[in-house]
C-alpha cells in the first residue's frame, strides 16, 4: 500500500543501516495499522533497489571486522543483547500488540520462544568445533572447520515479527556473518527496535541492518550478488518463490512455507486434554501461526462429544483490544479479515455447519477493528477450500473420520507438512503415528510441537523450501560453509633432499 496521508499527520519509520536510522532515496511509503482500532499509527519507508544496496554495502564493509572477532568476543554481544531484551521485554511486547494486535500475553510467549533461540546462540561455540583426522597419509592429518558465510539476508513475516528475527539472526550473527533484515511492512517496528538493543549491546555499526519494504526490496536481496544467503518465512507460493529466485542467484535458501496442521482424536483419548488444545491452537494468535491446529480428525464415535466440548470452551473466550487483558485480538488487516471471513460462506455452499460464527462475537474494543471472532466448522469434507486452503485465521474446521487409518491418510495426503499432532492414550498407536506421518514437527498429546532451541523447526513437503531447517544444529549448518584442510609439517630428521617418487612406508 502506498502512501495515501499527508506527511505531517504521521510518524515515518525509516530503514537502519550502520547502527542508525537512515531515510534512504526511495520515497515511496506504507501505511502501518492499529489492527484493534482499524486506524493508521505511522507510516514506513519502502526501500528501493538502489536503498536495499546500500544496506548490502555496509554490512559487506563491517562484515570484515565481525567475522575476525573471537567467539569470546561475539558471544559476549549475543550475552548483552539477551540481557537487555529480558530487561526491556514488555516494551517490545507493547509494539507486537500495537501493530500485529495479538494479546499481550501471547506477545510475551513469542518473545520468550525467540529468547530461547538467543541463549542458545549465546553458547554455540560448541558447534564450531571442526573433526580431525591424525595420519591419514605418512605425516598428513585432515581437519575440518567451519567459517562464516558473509552477509545474509533475512525476510520475516509479520505473525511473528520479534520470535522469527531472532530464530535466525542470533545464529547468523553467532556464526560470525553480518545480516540485512526485511521484515514484514505491516508491523516493522519490531526489527528496528530489535536492531538499536544489538547496538547497545555493542554490535559493530554496519553488522546488522534492516531494510522494509515490498517486493521491490524482497528481490532486491535475492538477486544481490553479495548476498549469500536468505533465510525466509511465509505462505508457500512465496517460499516457493523465494527458494526459487534466491538458487537461481547462486544463493544457500531455506524457506518455510504455509501449513495445514492435523490433530487426531482417537477414541480413548482425554476429550478435556484434546478440547482444550483445539482450543489453545487454533485460536492463539487469532489463528494466524503456522504451527496453528487448523483440522481435527476426530473419530466418529467421540467426534459429537468433542465438538460439544469445543463448543463449550469457545463460549468463554473474550474477544478484543489485546491491551484490556482479552484471550483473542483482531486480525492484522482489515482485507485479511474479510479473506478469512469469506470462508463462512464457502462453508456453507460446501454441505459443513458453521457451529460457532465468528461474525457474531461481541468485542470488548473499538468496533473500527479488523475483528473476527473463534469459529468452529463441523462435518467439512475435504475437497472443500475450508480444509485444502491454509486459511490463517481463527477458523478450526472438524473432519470426521472412521479411525486411524482413515485420519493417517488425510494427513499424509496432504500437500503441507509442516506440524501434526495425535491425541491417545494408546502409546503404540503414538509410536506408530510418529513412525508413519509425513510430517517434520509432530505431537503426542501436545497440540503446537514447536521444538526446543536446541532442536531445529521445519517442516516437509510444502512446507519447506532447501535442506536446513530454522535454528538449532541446522541453523548453525546453514549459516556456516565448512573447510576441510589437508596439512604437512615435515619432521626436522626428515634426512635432506630426497628426489625419488614419494612413498607411503
Not at 537487555?84 to 494486535?101: C, D, Q, S, V
Not at 544444529?473 to 549459516?479: I, V, W, Y
Request: aromatic share 8%.
Amino acid at each position: 500500500m502506498t502512501d495515501t496521508l499527508p506527511r505531517t499527520e504521521t510518524a515515518v519509520l525509516d530503514h537502519w543501516i550502520n547502527g542508525a536510522p537512515w531515510a534512504g532515496a526511495s520515497e515511496r511509503t506504507g501505511q502501518v495499522f492499529n489492527p484493534a482500532l482499524g486506524t493508521v499509527q505511522k507510516e514506513v519507508r519502502f526501500a528501493s533497489r538502489e536503498d536495499v544496496g546500500e544496506a548490502v554495502d555496509a554490512a559487506s564493509a563491517a562484515w570484515l571486522q565481525w567475522r575476525d572477532a573471537s567467539i569470546a568476543k561475539r558471544q559476549g554481544v549475543l550475552f548483552a543483547f539477551r540481557e537487555l531484551l529480558n530487561a526491556r521485554k514488555e516494551e517490545l511486547a507493547e509494539i507486537l500488540t500495537a501493530e500485529h494486535g495479538k494479546v499481550l500475553s501471547d506477545a510475551r510467549g513469542e518473545i520468550a520462544r525467540g529468547m530461547e533461540v538467543v541463549e542458545f546462540a549465546c553458547g554455540l561455540g560448541h558447534l564450531t568445533k571442526g573433526a580431525y583426522s591424525e595420519n591419514v597419509s605418512t605425516g598428513i592429518d585432515v581437519y575440518t572447520l567451519r567459517q562464516p558465510l558473509g552477509v545474509v539476508g533475512i525476510i520475516s513475516p509479520f505473525n511473528f515479527p520479534a520470535m522469527v528475527p531472532l530464530w535466525f539472526f542470533s545464529i547468523a550473527l553467532a556464526a560470525g556473518n553480518a545480516v540485512v533484515l526485511k521484515p514484514s511492512e505491516k508491523d516493522p517496528t519490531a526489527a528496528n527496535w530489535l536492531a538499536g538493543l544489538l547496538t547497545e549491546a555493542g554490535l559493530p555499526d554496519g553488522v546488522f541492518n534492516v531494510v522494509h519494504g515490498d517486493k521491490e526490496a524482497v528481490d532486491a536481496l535475492l538477486e544481490h550478488p553479495d548476498v549469500r544467503a536468505i533465510s525466509f518465512v511465509g505462505s508457500t507460493p512465496i517460499a516457493k518463490y523465494v527458494y526459487e529466485t534466491a538458487t537461481s542467484h547462486g544463493k544457500r535458501v531455506q524457506a518455510l512455507g504455509g501449513a495445514k496442521n492435523h490433530m487426531l482424536v482417537l477414541p480413548d483419548a482425554d476429550l478435556d486434554l484434546a478440547a482444550d488444545a483445539a482450543v489453545n491452537a487454533g485460536f492463539g494468535s487469532a489463528g494466524e501461526r503456522c504451527m496453528a491446529i487448523s483440522v481435527v480428525l476426530a473419530v466418529d464415535t467421540v467426534a459429537d462429544a468433542f465438538v460439544a466440548k469445543v463448543a463449550e470452551r469457545m463460549a468463554g473466550l473474550k474477544v478484543g483490544d489485546g491491551t484490556r487483558g482479552c484471550d483473542m485480538g483482531p486480525l492484522i488487516t482489515g482485507q485479511h479479515r474479510d479473506k478469512v471471513t469469506s470462508y463462512l460462506d464457502v462453508a456453507g455452499a460446501d454441505g459443513a455447519s458453521v457451529v460457532v460464527d465468528g461474525r457474531d462475537v461481541e468485542i470488548d474494543g473499538d468496533e473500527n477493528g479488523f475483528w473476527l471472532g473463534p469459529t468452529l466448522i463441523d462435518n467439512v469434507p475435504t475437497s472443500s477450500t475450508v480444509y485444502t486452503d491454509e486459511i490463517f485465521g481463527p477458523v478450526l474446521s472438524v473432519v470426521r473420520v472412521e479411525g486411524y487409518e482413515e485420519g493417517l491418510g488425510i494427513i499424509n495426503s496432504s500437500r503441507y507438512g509442516n506440524g501434526t499432532a495425535i491425541f491417545t492414550n494408546d502409546g503404540g498407536a503414538a509410536r506408530r503415528f510418529q513412525r508413519e506421518a509425513t510430517v517434520g514437527m509432530i505431537g503426542i498429546n501436545v497440540p503446537i510441537p514447536v521444538p526446543v532451541a536446541y532442536h531445529s523447526f521445519g517442516g516437509w513437503k510444502a512446507s519447506l523450501f532447501g535442506d536446513a531447517k530454522a535454528y538449532g544444529p541446522h541453523g548453525f549448518e546453514f549459516f556456516t560453509a565448512e573447510k576441510a584442510i589437508t596439512s604437512r609439517w615435515l619432521d626436522p630428521s626428515h634426512g635432506g633432499i630426497n628426489l625419488g617418487f614419494p612413498q607411503h612406508d
